[in-house]
């Protein structure tokens, strides 16, 4: 099994600066990651997929262009450029290269 | 409207069994994988299972392999996880999701979860 790793556990940013969440994989997964944020009470939500494409959302409004990955291997990013009052919540990362798919232990993006 | 609802979540004793369902509407549900996913109070997401969109195919994660049964009813546009053997560390809300991509990948539709609880 894959072990994904995030860090920090915790961020702590201030509203209109830049996060910058970090996610490894015990072993290359290539381009093959998708990134996810999760809201307290609700469900999660896809952002990013294949490392670094943004999803289109759905009802079809888009992610926001604010949100960006980038990496691949075993290192991974995702940079949120100007964090907004609804960015604050819980993002994962998630690997589909093996089987069984493995999502990291999260990072909590709380306002500083 | 495109959506997902599981229902069947309830408080259980250990060893007990327990079948969750998903039910998908506004979508052509027999083009989609559907995965299940969980997350335990205080912890985070962890994938439970994945059924390819003509059922051909079942992938379990390793905390619930050989326990887990993930199945769909076409006719319904409806997906089950019967779960088995349950144990406390299975307590959590329990989410399906549609696979977005067309080599079965990552999730791009939630529903809004059950929960299970599994306790004596």
New interface residues.
């Given amino acids: 099994?894959i072990v994904v790793t995030q860090s920090p556990a915790t961020l702590s940013v201030s509203p209109g600066e830049r996060a910058t969440l970090s996610c490894r994989a015990s072993q290359s997964v290539g381009m093959?990651l998708?990134w996810?944020q999760?809201k307290p009470g609700?469900?999660?939500?896809?952002l990013i997929?294949d490392a670094s494409t943004r999803?289109?959302g759905?009802p079809a409004i888009g992610i926001p262009a604010r949100f960006s990955g980038s990496g691949s291997g075993t290192e991974f990013t995702l940079t949120i450029s100007s964090l907004q009052p609804e960015d604050f919540a819980?993002y994962?990362c998630?690997q589909?290269n093996n089987?069984?798919?493995?999502?990291?232990?999260?990072t909590k993006l709380e306002i500083k | 409207q495109?959506r997902l609802v599981e229902s069947g979540g309830g408080v259980v004793q250990p060893g007990s069994s327990l079948r969750l369902s998903c039910a998908a509407s506004g979508m052509t549900f027999s083009n989609y994988a559907i995965?299940w996913?969980r997350r335990a109070p205080g912890?985070?997401?962890?994938?439970v299972a994945?059924i390819w969109y003509d059922g051909t195919k079942k992938?379990?994660?390793?905390s619930v392999k050989g326990r887990f049964t993930v199945s769909r009813d076409t006719s319904k546009s409806t997906v089950y996880l019967q779960m088995s053997s349950l144990r406390q560390e299975d307590t959590a809300v329990y989410?399906c999701?549609r696979d977005?991509?067309i080599e079965?990948?990552?999730?791009?539709?939630?529903?809004?979860?059950t929960t299970v609880t599994v306790s004596s």
């Fill in positions: 099994e093959k998708a996810y999760q609700q469900a999660p939500r896809l997929y999803a289109i759905i819980v994962y998630q589909y089987w069984p798919y493995t999502f990291g232990q999260g | 495109v995965h996913v912890k985070g997401l962890e994938w994945v992938y379990y994660g390793d989410y999701a977005g991509s079965v990948a990552f999730m791009d539709l939630w529903g809004n979860g």
